[in-house]
């Protein structure tokens, strides 16, 4: 049975990224100076290039690709949770070149800002923790 928590939508922080940035690492760095523990992130977009993780299930490793051209984030959607004892942002994105084709994956360090509008909506309720899961290895939610 999924385990679940009860949360309140808080205040919602809305704004663009700089130019050039890394995405990750530039909505990590808000949350973070935010103090926001726990939250939800989307954003839209481009990108001038990207780097996107698959999680191999059977190596329990992520494989990271690279994408050297100019995309458009379609969509870009995670959350927000604590990690080692810091505010850590973990997002999925769906990516689309200039011929419609799409991309997605776990988004990774290396995604550097075109142009981008973040929203991240504050949750109020019980802080969660991530930590390493021993079926699938991955560092998941304690509840």
């Not at 927000?80 to 360090?109: P, Y």
């Not at 973040?118 to 509840?143: F, H, M, N, Q, S």
Request: hydrophobic share 40%; glycine share 10%; aromatic share 6%.
């Amino acid at each position: 049975m999924a385990e679940m928590k009860k949360y309140r939508a808080g205040r919602m922080i809305m704004g663009r990224l700089e130019y050039g940035a890394d995405l990750l690492e530039e909505i990590t760095e808000i949350c973070r100076k935010e103090d926001i523990r726990m939250g939800r992130v989307e954003a839209i977009g481009a990108v001038s290039g990207a780097r996107l993780g698959f999680y191999n299930q059977d190596t329990h490793e992520y494989q990271f690709f690279t994408i050297d051209q100019p995309l458009e984030i379609l969509s870009l959607a995670g959350n927000v949770s604590i990690k080692d004892g810091e505010s850590m942002v973990h997002a999925h994105v769906v990516l689309g070149d200039k011929e419609g084709k799409a991309f997605g994956g776990h988004l990774a360090a290396g995604t550097t800002v075109f142009a981008c509008e973040c929203i991240v909506e504050v949750l109020e309720g019980p802080t969660l923790e991530r930590a390493i899961d021993e079926k699938t290895r991955l560092p998941l939610w304690k509840i």
